[in-house]
């Protein structure tokens, strides 16, 4: 243990382990798409904190007060209600608006969606960055050992090199299941817990816009020389 602790600088090099890094990050993006770095960074800042974990809510507590609300002060009364989730806000003030239940169903399926995408693709960019590190770890390796021996290297000095050119098989395991499989996990485990609330809350007010709002049919109107005719004739 001693030995591992006074040569500890020998396992970081920084210039080495930021090629490796900024390679996956890159490789990652690419692979799913490009605002997935955005939202898989900006992702971060909530990882510590279990959805609702403050408030306790949840799906069926969400749909009772919603029940509670509507039977109490009608649609007005929706856009007082609060949430912990945005979403669940925003779906609200569009239900008191909306006109009819196919336009409310069809907007708000697009708006789920769309939900689902953003936390899919924070956790899926992190699965990606997990998968590809050894690779690229495993590249840098084999691409130094060629030059290694492609250059005929002194026997005395092979350690060192070997010592350098081993750093990004190290690196791409270290960055892959220490750094970025947690995260992906988290985030998984997150998206999970919102898209299922999402979904019940959803199927709920669309429920509720199919019993309450009027379907109003369009009226159709008949040209004045159209109706001569016809009384005419």
């Known amino acids: 243990m001693d ?50 974990e403050e408030t306790g809510e949840n799906a069926t507590f969400m749909c009772r007060r919603i029940d509670f609300t509507l039977r109490q002060q009608g649609f007005v009364g929706l856009e007082t209600l609060h949430s912990q989730d945005r979403f ?17 169903e069809e907007w708000v399926r697009l708006e789920q969606h769309s939900a689902e995408t953003r936390q899919n693709t924070a956790a899926g960019y992190w699965n990606s960055v997990a998968e590809i590190a050894p690779a690229i770890g495993l590249i840098g390796t084999i691409t130094g050992l060629i030059q290694l021996f492609a250059t005929g290297i002194d026997p005395l000095k092979m350690g060192p090199a070997m010592s350098f050119t081993l750093l990004t098989s190290l690196y791409g395991l270290l960055i892959s299941h220490i750094i970025a499989f947690p995260i992906y996990v988290r985030l998984h485990s997150r998206a999970d817990i919102l898209n299922a609330y999402r979904s019940r809350v959803v199927q709920h007010v669309i429920a509720i816009a199919k019993k309450e709002l009027a379907v109003i049919d369009p009226v159709h109107f008949v040209p004045a020389n159209s109706a001569k005719k016809m009384h005419s004739s």
């Open 3 to 52: 030995i591992l602790w006074t040569n500890i600088w020998r396992f970081f090099d920084p210039s080495v382990f930021g090629i490796v890094l900024a390679a996956v990050l890159v490789l990652a993006w690419v692979q799913n798409g490009r605002r997935s770095i955005v939202r898989g960074f900006a992702a971060l800042a909530s990882i510590g904190r279990n959805p609702f």
């Open 88 to 104: 669940v806000v925003r779906v609200l003030n569009f239900l008191v608006n909306a006109k009819d239940p196919k336009s409310f």
